[in-house]
């Protein structure tokens, strides 16, 4: 058995753990996939760089009202996807020979294999030739992410499928794509594919798409989804069949039975923690029932010494969520008599659909579930000036707001650059800054498209 000093799990967020203050430190890195991630490798970057190309594959389409015509002429799908991975996967691979030999990193060891614990604080690696080596360090850091979600439908496993890890890498465009799902991965999937010219079906569960969001942006959201999309809501998936080129869900309904055919079906019901693999209970490490493992404030796992971080431990599952984790792990492995604990009082994300959705903080559901007294202010996009450039009709901003303090309990925006819009509110929320301050103490550029969180703000009616 190999003793180091430090033994890190994932080469996603926990790769920017080590820098030059570890070079005295003993480390060994453990990686059974592609270095560097899902977000890098499959999520976050390649989805919004796909994103990009669907935005601008629909703007023909939305120009023509404001009396601008234009035509897509086309959508080169094998150019789109070579550029987004050919400049992608040269960083995987100079991110991992960065690891395996400069001179940085002569104190690191590069394990590529899966780590299983067969005891606490004992790894097993399995490598690619079926040998394996066993390692152990009084620290630990597990970085080991997730997975998608397969369900358990008849059939599936047999007519083939495709996962976010997947999909973006097909051959060619289908015809008609079935997304099964109808959370983040669901919305942003069908905005690009539809965008570039493919019949997309989603296929939902429950009665709306991006359930998760505020009750208001997701029934606006769902209706506006359903003019783009064949969305089936309350829907079962009780078969799979492969029918020559054609996959075939037989789903159950409000009318009762139906199929839905298409030429690819993609799988986006969520994603589970990579605990499993990791055997973390014969690891002596707790875990949550969804599986996450148990972390403290300090990030620390129910193992002295064993840190975790990221989606394996984080119900957020996203990446700057990671990335704050990590920063804690790393101030805390070094300064172990001074540790920091990580902060998740107001923890945003964005949905890089069409329209973009962002929130922060409370939806108006969770606040009267926690019995907070709150006010409430909408403004539509369509009564501001920027909203007026752009014939905007469908965006709003959403905001909660303690009517005593004016302290900014939730912002919710659906709508043009939702994802930057909502950054000043969700500072505000972060350093205290009441509604009524930050709506009054600062300049507004006029005609900005930030003026609809201005305005937003002033219709709050405060104590
Ligand atoms: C399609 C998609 C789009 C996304 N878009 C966004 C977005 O726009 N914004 C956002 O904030 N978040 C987004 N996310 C979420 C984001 O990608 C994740 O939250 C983030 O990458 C998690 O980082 P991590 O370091 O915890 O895990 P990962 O990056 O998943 O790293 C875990 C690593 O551990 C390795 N590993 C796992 N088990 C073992 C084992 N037993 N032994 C050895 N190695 C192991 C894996 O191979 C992997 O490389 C997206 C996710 C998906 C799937
Ligand atoms: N922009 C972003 O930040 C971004 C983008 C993509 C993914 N992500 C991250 O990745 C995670 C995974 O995304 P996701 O969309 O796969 O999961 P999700 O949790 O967002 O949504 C999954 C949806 O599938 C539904 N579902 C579950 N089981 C089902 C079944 N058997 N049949 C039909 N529907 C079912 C759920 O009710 C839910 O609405 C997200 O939670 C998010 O944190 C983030």
């Known amino acids: 058995m190999r003793t180091f000093d430090l033994v890190i799990v994932g080469t996603g967020s926990g790769n920017s753990i080590l820098d030059q203050r570890f070079r005295d430190w003993n480390v ?76 940085d990193n002569a104190n690191v060891t590069v394990f590529e294999g899966t780590g299983t614990f067969t005891a606490p604080k004992v790894l097993e690696v399995t490598l690619p030739d079926g040998t394996s080596e066993t390692i152990t360090a009084p620290k630990f850091v597990l970085a080991a992410g997730g997975r998608a979600v397969v369900p358990d439908i008849p059939g599936l496993a047999d007519v083939g499928y495709e996962t976010s890890d997947t999909v973006m890498r097909l051959d060619k465009l289908p015809k008609r794509l079935t997304i099964l799902g109808s959370g983040f991965v669901a919305a942003e999937f069908a905005h690009v594919f539809s965008s570039y010219g493919v019949d997309v079906t989603v296929i939902a569960r ?9 009750e208001e942006i997701s029934t606006r959201f769902t209706e506006l989804a359903a003019e783009r999309w064949d969305v089936r809501l309350d829907r079962k998936t009780v078969r799979a069949e492969r029918d020559g080129d054609v996959v075939k869900l037989h789903l159950e309904g409000p009318s009762g039975a139906e199929t839905v055919e298409s030429d690819v079906l993609l799988v986006a019901i969520g994603r589970t923690p990579n605990s499993d693999i990791l055997g973390t209970t014969a690891g002596g490490i707790a875990t949550a029932p969804g599986g996450h493992v148990v972390v403290d404030e300090y990030q620390q796992t129910t193992l002295d010494g064993v840190y975790a ?30 540790r920091k604990t990580s902060d998740h009082r107001f923890v945003p994300h964005a949905v890089f659909t069409s329209p973009q959705i962002a929130s922060v903080g409370l939806t108006e559901r969770e606040a009267a579930a926690s019995h907070q007294r709150h006010v409430v202010a909408v403004q539509h996009y369509s009564d501001i000036a920027y909203g007026w450039a752009m014939e905007d009709t469908t965006g709003f901003v959403k905001l909660l707001a303690d009517p005593a303090t004016g302290q900014l309990l939730g912002a ?14 969700i500072q505000a929320m972060s350093f205290g800054l009441p509604a009524h301050e930050m709506a009054r103490g600062q300049y507004w550029i006029h005609p900005g498209m930030p003026e609809v969180v201005e305005n937003a703000l002033l219709k709050f009616e405060l104590e």
């Open 28 to 103: 060994a890195i453990v990686e059974k996939g592609v270095f560097g991630g899902t977000c890098l490798n499959v999520g976050c970057i390649p989805t919004k760089m796909f994103v990009h190309t669907a935005d601008l594959a629909a703007t023909p389409a939305a120009s023509a009202r404001l009396g601008v015509d234009s035509t897509l002429d086309g959508v080169r799908w094998a150019d789109i996807r070579d550029r987004i991975f050919g400049r992608i996967d040269p960083i995987a691979a100079g991110g991992r020979e960065y690891r395996r030999h400069h001179e």
């Open 412 to 425: 919710h925006i659906m709508g043009p650059q939702a994802a930057s819009v909502i950054q000043p509110l």
């Open 309 to 338: 971080l990221g989606d394996i431990s984080s119900p957020y599952e996203l990446k700057h969520v990671a990335n704050h984790e990590a920063r804690i792990v790393q101030h805390n492995l070094l300064h172990p008599e001074d």
């Open 206 to 214: 429950s009665g709306a798409l991006l359930r998760g969001e505020d």
